[in-house]
């Protein structure tokens, strides 16, 4: 087996994974040697299928271990690896190692997905797996163990699973239609045969007279009475309370006060009658409205059937006998199944139950689920198409970086490119939550750029938000609010808004000046206020004093000014007289050796401090190496974009051409404005002269 290389990407040695023998030195290679360990799949721009294979732990990280099984998986499957590098989105067939298990299933898998496609090849593309897939996901056996109505030519099967759904519930396909598995088939059965049941108890006693006293007419007759039966209860049980308790009727006097609103919800709660008697409950009078229907039916309808008349007032004794008349059929009653099936209708749910509907469905169901195998499969081909494309490249962007620190590869970190400020930023990487994103990124000593980035994709608005790495050149015009367009590695564009900044020096230029400008914005902050405080005193001296004494004022502190400035000048031209030019060069020099020397020092050792690592560890990377940006480097990442091949460059400056025009202009109408006011005042100076007498 060949020797492990390790190349010296971005001033790092990593191990070089050009070649299939490359790839599985990675078994052997110390995870601490690996250019990062863990990485989130979310900011990864790659196959998001390929990456979900990959991350076998669907915790949406990928580890060192996991990138290793995918290679021992992909290397076990096929007999020639020599195309695992070459990125192609194809397998030749007898590239497939057919002496392993999974291998030979999954050369079977190839051959059927081209027989179904109807394509004679000796070579099986990601593009038509997919398509397959595609097919399959709609097609009736999706092997998803779930049948859906829709496309079933049995109306009455298709009619019995639309009753399934209804009563049982429902579940959606791989294609997201609504159908029926295995457990609601399993309940809706269950529930069929409970109300059959419940059925056939009372088909075995309909003769009994004590179990339907009223014939066919028991079952109406006995809703009725089931109605009103609990409010009758609480009648009489709030009766022998009250005589018990020596109450009389003071308790619904009690009641009668309590009650302040006559709707309907709140009498739901209140007694059926608020006249409390020992004679009974009268039938006719002062009932609660809610209830009056409902008795008036009781009365008419049950009552005289059991007592041969019409009752006014119910006893306690005959309302015992009202419940004795249907106690059986009321205990057969109460084991009625709660779930509703009867809603079907007796004949329905007979002919369901007789003529194996059930049994029909399931026997559909098992024909779909027995399609999970090829399904599987077509999956696992679908894995070995991407692990042959993508697995390589993921190892550049994960055992090492190359991939990054080549600038004729798109690294699967980089979210795309930003044009601003008449430059192009290469350097983006995707962002879930920018102000954590920035805590840490702060100390990469890197100017940052984070953005939010819009655009309609597919008829809908979308964003997400990326940093961009300034790694060259000045700030500029970069700042919070400034727009430019940004590029996905698909190639679609997407307007971009900066929405935060990370201020650091870009080069070493501007290391060294910022110590100056930090100063020179504190100087002009205190002059400001000096300003503003000299401004507010001389305002209230103008309104206090009178216009002479501020002439007076003006006039002595201007000579006295002028006075102190002319000594000093003569006094500095004495000084420098006697001083010799090269000295005064020499003190100007070291004076700026002096402010200079400090902030190049600085400067020169925060741009070196630049490092992309920490980017990466701000969104979620375990990152073993410190990607230092040199200044070669950095012009890379960002770079003002040269003219197009052939283009003309015409030097001159159209618009100072333009502006010359306009200042020649200028100073004509200058001239031709001095020329008539002089003319002016000449003629001004002749009236002056004539009105006083004088010749000319």
Same mark, same amino acid.
């Given at each position: 087996?060949?020797?492990?290389?390790?190349?010296?990407? &971005?001033?790092?040695?990593?191990?070089?994974?050009e070649?299939p023998?490359?790839?599985?030195?990675?078994?052997?290679?110390?995870?601490?040697?690996?250019?990062?360990?863990?990485?989130p799949?979310?900011?990864?721009?790659?196959?998001?299928?390929?990456?979900?294979?990959?991350?076998?732990?669907?915790?949406?990280? !990928?580890?060192?271990?996991?990138?290793?099984?995918?290679?021992?998986?992909?290397?076990?499957?096929l007999?020639?690896?020599?195309?695992?590098?070459?990125?192609?989105?194809?397998?030749?067939?007898?590239? !497939?190692?057919?002496?392993?298990?999974?291998?030979?299933?999954?050369? #079977? /898998?190839?051959?059927?997905? #081209?027989?179904?496609?109807?394509?004679?090849?000796t070579?099986?593309?990601?593009?038509?797996?997919?398509?397959?897939?595609?097919?399959?996901?709609?097609?009736?056996?999706?092997?998803?163990g779930?049948?859906?109505?829709?496309?079933?030519?049995?109306?009455?099967?298709?009619?019995?699973?639309?009753?399934?759904?209804?009563?049982?519930?429902?579940?959606?396909?791989?294609?997201g239609?609504p159908?029926?598995?295995?457990?609601?088939?399993?309940?809706?059965?269950?529930?069929l045969?409970?109300?059959?049941?419940?059925?056939?108890?009372?088909?075995?006693?309909k003769?009994?007279?004590?179990?339907?006293?009223? &014939?066919?007419?028991?079952?109406?007759l006995?809703k *009725?009475?089931?109605?009103?039966?609990?409010?009758?209860?609480?009648?009489?049980?709030?009766?022998?309370?009250?005589?018990f308790?020596?109450?009389?009727?003071?308790?619904?006097?009690?009641?009668?006060?309590?009650?302040?609103?006559?709707?309907?919800e709140?009498? *739901?709660?209140?007694?059926?009658?608020?006249?409390?008697?020992?004679? @009974?409950?009268?039938?006719?009078?002062?009932?609660?409205?809610?209830?009056?229907?409902?008795?008036?039916?009781?009365?008419?309808?049950?009552?005289?059937?059991?007592?041969?008349?019409?009752?006014?007032?119910?006893?306690w004794?005959?309302?015992?006998?009202?419940?004795?008349?249907?106690?059986?059929?009321?205990?057969?009653?109460?084991?009625?199944?709660?779930?509703?099936?009867e =809603?079907? &209708?007796?004949?329905?749910?007979?002919?369901?139950?007789?003529?194996?509907?059930?049994?029909?469905?399931?026997?559909?169901?098992?024909?779909?689920?027995?399609? =999970?195998?090829?399904?599987e499969?077509?999956?696992?081909?679908?894995?070995?198409?991407? +692990?042959?494309?993508?697995?390589?490249?993921?190892?550049?962007?994960?055992?090492?970086?190359?991939?990054?620190?080549?600038?004729?590869?798109?690294?699967?970190?980089?979210?795309?490119?930003?044009?601003?400020?008449?430059?192009?930023?290469?350097?983006?990487?995707?962002?879930?939550?920018?102000?954590?994103?920035?805590?840490?990124?702060?100390?990469? +000593?890197?100017?940052?750029?984070?953005?939010?980035?819009?655009?309609?994709?597919?008829?809908?608005?979308?964003?997400f938000?990326?940093?961009?790495?300034?790694?060259?050149?000045?700030?500029?015009?970069?700042?919070? &609010?400034?727009?430019?367009?940004?590029?996905?590695?698909?190639?679609?564009?997407?307007?971009?808004?900066?929405?935060?900044?990370?201020?650091?020096?870009?080069?070493?230029?501007?290391?060294?000046?910022?110590?100056?400008?930090?100063?020179?914005?504190?100087?002009?902050?205190?002059?400001?206020?000096?300003?503003?405080?000299?401004?507010?005193?001389?305002?209230?001296?103008?309104?206090?004093?009178?216009?002479?004494?501020?002439?007076?004022d003006?006039?002595?502190? @201007?000579?006295?000014?002028?006075?102190?400035?002319?000594? /000093?000048?003569?006094? !500095?031209?004495? =000084?420098?007289?006697?001083?010799?030019? !090269?000295?005064?060069?020499?003190?100007? #020099?070291?004076?700026?050796?002096?402010?200079?020397?400090?902030?190049?020092?600085?400067?020169?050792?925060?741009?070196?401090?630049?490092?992309?690592?920490? #980017?990466?560890?701000?969104?979620?990377?375990?990152?073993?190496?410190?990607?230092?940006?040199?200044?070669?480097?950095?012009r890379?990442?960002?770079?003002?974009?040269?003219?197009?091949?052939?283009?003309?460059?015409?030097?001159?400056?159209?618009? =100072?051409?333009?502006?010359?025009?306009?200042?020649?202009?200028?100073?004509?109408?200058?001239?031709?404005?001095?020329?008539?006011?002089?003319?002016?005042?000449?003629?001004?100076?002749?009236i002056?002269?004539?009105s006083?007498?004088?010749?000319?």
């Amino acid at each position: 087996m060949a020797k492990m290389v390790f190349k010296n990407y &971005g001033g790092s040695f990593q191990l070089r994974i050009e070649t299939p023998e490359d790839l599985a030195h990675i078994q052997n290679l110390p995870e601490s040697l690996w250019a990062a360990t863990s990485i989130p799949i979310n900011t990864l721009n790659c196959d998001r299928k390929f990456l979900e294979y990959v991350d076998t732990d669907k915790n949406g990280r !990928i580890r060192t271990d996991e990138l290793k099984q995918a290679q021992q998986w992909l290397f076990s499957v096929l007999s020639d690896f020599s195309d695992v590098c070459k990125g192609l989105d194809f397998i030749e067939l007898e590239k !497939i190692n057919s002496r392993n298990p999974c291998g030979k299933a999954l050369l #079977l /898998s190839a051959k059927r997905v #081209l027989s179904n496609l109807n394509i004679e090849s000796t070579r099986v593309n990601l593009s038509q797996v997919r398509d397959l897939q595609r097919i399959i996901d709609s097609s009736f056996n999706n092997g998803d163990g779930v049948i859906s109505p829709e496309g079933l030519e049995d109306e009455e099967l298709r009619e019995f699973i639309q009753d399934v759904m209804s009563f049982s519930g429902d579940r959606k396909d791989i294609s997201g239609k609504p159908g029926i598995g295995i457990e609601e088939l399993d309940k809706f059965t269950r529930d069929l045969q409970e109300y059959s049941s419940w059925l056939e108890k009372a088909e075995s006693k309909k003769n009994s007279r004590e179990f339907v006293p009223f &014939g066919k007419d028991t079952e109406d007759l006995f809703k *009725q009475y089931f109605e009103v039966k609990t409010k009758i209860e609480e009648y009489f049980s709030q009766v022998f309370l009250n005589d018990f308790l020596g109450r009389g009727e003071n308790l619904s006097r009690d009641l009668q006060k309590n009650i302040s609103s006559p709707e309907e919800e709140k009498l *739901q709660s209140y007694p059926l009658s608020l006249e409390y008697s020992l004679k @009974g409950l009268n039938l006719t009078t002062k009932l609660n409205p809610v209830f009056r229907e409902k008795v008036y039916l009781f009365k008419t309808n049950v009552l005289p059937r059991i007592f041969g008349k019409n009752l006014d007032w119910l006893s306690w004794e005959e309302w015992q006998k009202v419940k004795e008349v249907f106690s059986q059929y009321e205990t057969w009653f109460a084991f009625k199944p709660k779930s509703g099936i009867e =809603a079907l &209708g007796i004949d329905k749910i007979k002919r369901y139950l007789s003529q194996n509907y059930a049994q029909k469905a399931e026997e559909l169901i098992k024909k779909d689920l027995s399609a =999970a195998k090829d399904i599987e499969q077509i999956s696992n081909l679908e894995k070995l198409l991407l +692990y042959n494309k993508y697995l390589a490249a993921l190892a550049n962007n994960f055992v090492n970086f190359s991939y990054f620190y080549d600038p004729s590869k798109v690294s699967f970190l980089e979210a795309g490119k930003l044009i601003i400020d008449n430059r192009q930023m290469s350097f983006s990487i995707l962002v879930e939550d920018v102000p954590a994103h920035k805590k840490i990124a702060q100390k990469s +000593y890197m100017y940052l750029l984070y953005l939010k980035v819009t655009g309609r994709q597919e008829g809908k608005d979308k964003q997400f938000y990326a940093v961009t790495a300034v790694t060259s050149g000045g700030s500029g015009n970069l700042r919070i &609010g400034k727009r430019g367009v940004f590029f996905t590695p698909d190639g679609k564009e997407w307007d971009a808004e900066v929405i935060d900044t990370a201020v650091n020096p870009i080069g070493i230029i501007e290391a060294v000046k910022s110590p100056f400008v930090q100063i020179g914005s504190f100087i002009k902050n205190q002059v400001d206020k000096i300003t503003v405080s000299s401004q507010k005193s001389a305002e209230q001296r103008l309104t206090s004093a009178n216009f002479s004494s501020i002439a007076r004022d003006f006039l002595v502190g @201007g000579s006295v000014a002028l006075a102190a400035l002319g000594s /000093s000048f003569a006094y !500095i031209t004495q =000084a420098l007289a006697k001083v010799k030019f !090269i000295h005064i060069i020499s003190v100007v #020099l070291g004076i700026i050796v002096f402010l200079l020397l400090p902030g190049v020092i600085i400067g020169f050792l925060r741009v070196r401090k630049r490092n992309l690592a920490v #980017l990466l560890e701000a969104s979620g990377w375990a990152v073993n190496l410190n990607m230092k940006i040199n200044a070669s480097l950095g012009r890379v990442f960002t770079r003002d974009m040269p003219f197009p091949k052939g283009a003309k460059k015409m030097r001159q400056d159209m618009l =100072a051409k333009w502006a010359l025009g306009v200042k020649r202009n200028t100073e004509r109408g200058r001239f031709i404005f001095l020329v008539v006011l002089l003319l002016l005042l000449i003629i001004m100076l002749f009236i002056d002269i004539k009105s006083l007498g004088w010749k000319i």
